[in-house]
């Protein structure tokens, strides 16, 4: 029993009683590559927060191990990422100016709220929340974020001075900056934006066709395509002394261990990164969990989605006290992991290993870096996330959806990425109240020669003029309760021949307290009528409920199994019409 207990409390335990040499050399490989890819992947990030370059790298090491622990997916890649990094520079800078000791303590003080959000939601197992966020609304966001993140970097890559947090902003202070573009930053930055492009659309199938090599190997080369980018303009400005002429680089990145940090402990910050400190939780969870599901479908195994909040609280926690900032799982560097031969997650355990080792030894070798080059990386990265054929896939599916998608987008480029998000779900969560309060309803008649009913605008059925049977499409809650009172009542107005009422539940999972006193409302003022009042196709978990209240004792009329048994015995004669009906 205890055993049992802690392997719900640390999944590791569980992979590690069958740990062996094939998956210690399935992790190692995997491990190298991701490290490879991780490395200049966390300093770009580091820059998008604002942060140090160190930062990135301290953001890597521990959370990784955190996550081996606690999170239950065998190939997810947690480390920081380029929306949960602006949403980081978002939140921090409305309290503390880039580059202070300030700014990074709020950055690490954000982890910390981050990483308890999310393991207090991972011990409550609320991770049903993450379902407040729509695939619409995370679209958008996700799109609309790309561009912001993309046209943020161009800053780099043209070597000017430009702020904004908005487009309009952004656009402008560029504009205004042009005149003073950077020959050599410039050159850097452009050279290697359409490197990397060339890398990621063209080298793969390149390698394949051309030289013949195994689709494996050509992906892992087509993914280390932003090490070249990184070794190749280091050595440029190394080599001809750019930095001198003007060229802005990384600098002096302390060499050693993530220190241990302690986050400040002020109720005041803490107060004012809340919100976006959930809002950073919600996404990063989204995020995750969709790509870990995506992943562990394709070996059949399962994610806990609770285990992942514990397992993303726990690796954001991590962060905090290494001096990082926020941390979710990554999308490409988890496909690569998944790719590379992951087994376990001693992988990222390995990984983590790889980073400690390049922030103890290696960090001089970056000291020239061109943020050009990390400017660079972030901008193809961000933009593969930009999908606007969802936008016009969305529009021609649901005018609501898209409403909410379009709002999403244009808050975030408009206002900011915070705004985005809440004008998003609120938006997705009002826009489904008002569906929900409208549900679809329909008068069904029998199929001839079927048991089944359907509805009598779209199908060719039989009706009795004594029974109306009223189909609703929607479990009944507060905001429809009212709407189905008004249907049942319009329909018994203009049908004075009816004497009985069937409410046909199939569709019906829920009948809340409002609902039921709208039943009550429905079957005394049916009563009052002379028209009697009937239920049929309950389900077990509503009946349930409706043998707790004194509704079934007061119901005028029965409660039957199935429609087809209802008809049978209230209207028999249009059971025998829709056979006669099928005969001929």
């Not at 750019?242 to 400040?264: E, S």
């Not at 004012?272 to 059949?300: C, D, H, M, P, Y």
């Not at 590379?340 to 960090?363: D, H, K, N, Q, R």
Request: with cysteine; charged share 15%.
């Amino acid at each position: 029993m205890i055993s049992r207990h802690w392997w719900r409390i640390i999944p590791a335990v569980t992979w590690l009683r069958r740990y062996g040499s094939r998956e210690l050399s399935s992790d190692l490989v995997a491990a190298i590559i991701v490290t490879i890819m991780l490395i200049p992947q966390s300093l770009a990030y580091a820059m998008l927060a604002g942060l140090p370059a160190q930062v990135g790298l301290y953001a890597s090491i521990l959370p990784l191990v955190a996550y081996a622990l606690f999170g239950s997916s065998r190939a997810l890649a947690v480390g920081p990422v380029a929306v949960v990094s602006l949403l980081t520079a978002a939140a921090i800078s409305r309290i503390a100016e880039p580059g202070t000791e300030g700014y990074l303590g709020a950055a690490v003080a954000l982890a910390l709220l981050s990483g308890m959000m999310l393991l207090t939601m991972g011990l409550l197992r609320l991770g049903f929340l993450a379902n407040l966020l729509s695939h619409p609304v995370i679209s958008g966001f996700i799109t609309a974020s790309g561009i912001l993140i993309a046209v943020s970097q161009l800053k780099h890559i043209l070597g000017v001075d430009a702020h904004g947090h908005t487009l309009v902003e952004m656009v402008s202070s560029l504009a205004r900056g042009l005149e003073r573009t950077h020959g050599w930053t410039l050159l850097l930055g452009t050279g290697a934006t359409v490197f990397l492009f060339w890398v990621r659309t063209r080298l793969k199938p390149l390698l394949r066709k051309r030289v013949g090599l195994p689709p494996f190997a050509a992906d892992i080369l087509a993914k280390a395509g932003p090490v070249a980018a990184v070794v190749v303009t280091t050595g440029a400005v190394a080599l001809f002394d750019l930095d001198a002429q003007g060229v802005a680089v990384v600098g002096d990145i302390p060499q050693g261990l993530p220190p241990l940090t302690l986050p400040p402990f002020d109720l005041g910050l803490w107060s004012n990164l809340a919100i976006s400190a959930l809002l950073i939780s919600l996404i990063g969870f989204v995020e995750s969990v969709s790509v870990a599901q995506t992943l562990a479908a394709k070996k059949r195994q399962r994610i806990d989605a609770n285990q992942e909040l514990t397992g993303l609280g726990a690796a954001n926690i991590a962060s905090a006290f290494s001096g990082g900032f926020p941390v979710t799982g990554g999308f490409s560097r988890s496909v690569v992991n998944f790719d590379a031969g992951a087994e376990t997650p001693m992988a990222g355990v390995f990984t983590a290993v790889g980073i400690a080792a390049t922030a103890l030894l290696f960090t001089p070798l970056f000291q020239a870096l061109p943020k050009a080059t990390l400017a660079a990386t972030i901008i193809v990265a961000v933009l593969s996330l930009v999908d606007l054929g969802a936008i016009r896939r969305t529009y021609r599916y649901s005018r609501t959806d898209f409403a909410a998608m379009a709002a999403t987008i244009f808050i975030v480029l408009g206002v900011g990425v915070e705004a985005g998000v809440v004008t998003g779900v609120a938006l997705s969560l009002a826009l489904h109240i008002w569906r929900t309060s409208r549900p679809h309803a329909a008068v069904v008649g029998q199929v001839p020669g079927t048991e089944h009913f359907r509805n009598v605008e779209r199908h060719s059925v039989v009706t009795s003029p004594q029974v109306l049977t009223l189909r609703v499409d929607e479990s009944l809650y507060f905001a429809n309760a009212r709407y189905l009172e008004d249907t049942v009542y319009d329909l018994i107005a203009r049908s004075p021949e009816v004497s009985d009422v069937i409410l046909m539940c199939s569709a019906v999972n829920v009948i809340d307290a409002s609902a039921l006193e709208s039943l009550e409302a429905i079957n005394a003022r049916l009563a009052d009528a002379g028209v009697t009042f009937h239920l049929s196709e309950v389900k077990g978990p509503v009946m349930d409920n409706l043998q707790r209240s004194p509704f079934l004792e007061e119901l005028s009329g029965r409660i039957f199994l199935s429609q087809y048994q209802a008809m049978e015995t209230l209207a028999p004669d249009t059971i025998r019409r829709a056979r006669a009906a099928s005969a001929a």
